[in-house]
């Protein structure tokens, strides 16, 4: 029986957990520490409630842009979260 490893385990859990940022939207999670990329990742949840809001009023009509917008702010947090993590990494 051959055992999982770390590694396939490890994508496992980042691929869900990236599912779940996905149906939950970014937050603001990085710290103080790297203040530009904070204020980066606060100006990424403020638009991406801002197109949630265009699209729940109805006089909006955005024709799918707005999901395809949402994703796109989504991959915009998880790079930079990871520019974050990679600075902790090698300037630690």
Request: hydrophobic share 40%.
């Amino acid at each position: 029986m051959k055992v999982p490893s770390y590694k396939a385990l490890g994508a496992v859990l980042v691929l869900t957990v990236a599912g779940v940022a996905v149906a939950q939207g970014p937050v603001v999670n990085i710290g103080g520490k790297h203040p530009n990329l904070r204020d980066a990742q606060q100006h990424i949840v403020a638009a991406y409630g801002k197109i949630e809001a265009a699209q729940h009023d109805p006089h909006e009509s955005l024709g799918g842009h707005g999901e395809r917008a949402k994703q796109l702010l989504t991959e915009a947090d998880a790079e930079i979260r990871a520019a974050a993590t990679d600075a902790n990494i090698t300037h630690h």
